[in-house]
């Protein structure tokens, strides 16, 4: 499935005038001024980022499998979803999330999906399947997020970067959706992503 367009390609959309007023290793910004469809002429600062991807790698859902037996069987045990906790500055929190990175320049999603797996819990797996795709806050940041379901899991050696402090753990879905609806999980693709497998596995 190809991405999304970035709204500049929009045939309606003149762009006036565009500056990059920061550019760093992550995200660039740029001060834009543009006439929109509505015929307004505004200033539009906004953050570019290459896009990234979320990996809900699941133990015991088999939605992937071609086989009903095999999913018949599987849904004896409930599914648990493999989440990490990290501390983000940015929030000044330690928080629980499904692991995700950043899609390096010129590398597609699925293979960055794999890459940043193995990189932060050590795990592999043998299935994979696109299954949200959205943008994180389309008010001032074009980034998009890739959530992909893994299955058929092995653990190996996690690989973090160096100024990564992870810590990884299974919750069953039931654990990940009382912590959802009840707002220990604050991170929005993690909420996005344990709500959508709640109703996939249900059917």
């Not at 709204?7 to 929009?10: K, P, Q």
């Not at 996005?192 to 959508?196: E, F, G, K, Q, T």
């Given at each position: 499935?190809?991405?999304a367009?970035k709204?500049?390609?929009?045939k309606q959309?003149?762009?006036?005038?565009?500056?990059?007023?920061?550019?760093?290793?992550?995200?660039s910004?740029?001060?834009?001024?543009?006439?929109?469809?509505?015929g307004a002429?505004v200033?539009?600062?906004?953050?570019?980022h290459?896009?990234?991807?979320?990996m809900?790698a699941?133990e015991?859902s088999?939605l992937l499998?071609?086989?009903?037996k095999?999913?018949?069987?599987a849904?004896k045990?409930?599914?648990?979803?493999?989440?990490?906790?990290?501390y983000?500055?940015?929030?000044?929190?330690?928080?629980?999330?499904?692991?995700?990175?950043?899609?390096?320049?010129?590398?597609d999603?699925?293979?960055?999906a794999k890459?940043e797996?193995?990189?932060e819990?050590?795990?592999?797996?043998?299935?994979w399947?696109?299954?949200?795709?959205?943008y994180v806050?389309?008010g001032?940041?074009?980034?998009t997020?890739?959530?992909?379901l893994?299955?058929?899991?092995?653990?190996?050696?996690?690989?973090?970067e160096?100024?990564?402090?992870?810590?990884k753990?299974?919750?069953?879905?039931s654990q990940?959706?009382r912590?959802?609806?009840?707002?220990?999980i604050?991170?929005?693709?993690?909420i996005?992503?344990?709500?959508?497998l709640?109703?996939a596995?249900?059917?």
């Open positions: 499935m190809p991405r367009r709204s500049s390609t929009n959309v003149k762009i006036l005038s565009s500056k990059v007023a920061y550019r760093g290793p992550v995200f910004i740029t001060s834009d001024q543009v006439k929109e469809p509505c002429t200033r539009r600062d906004i953050v570019r290459s896009g990234s991807v979320v809900m699941v015991g088999n499998s071609r086989g009903k095999k999913q018949q069987r849904a045990a409930e599914p648990r979803v493999l989440m990490v906790r990290q983000r500055y940015t929030v000044n929190d330690f928080i629980w999330e499904l692991p995700a990175g950043r899609i390096d320049e010129g590398e999603e699925l293979p960055a890459r797996l193995l990189e819990t050590g795990y592999t797996a043998e299935r399947k696109r299954v949200l795709y959205f806050s389309p001032f940041l074009d980034e997020m890739a959530v992909y893994a299955e058929d899991l092995t653990s190996g050696q996690a690989q973090p160096e100024d990564e402090s992870i810590v753990r299974f919750f069953t879905l990940a959706l912590l959802v609806m009840r707002g220990k604050r991170d929005a693709k993690t996005a992503s344990v709500l959508w709640n109703q596995i249900k059917g």
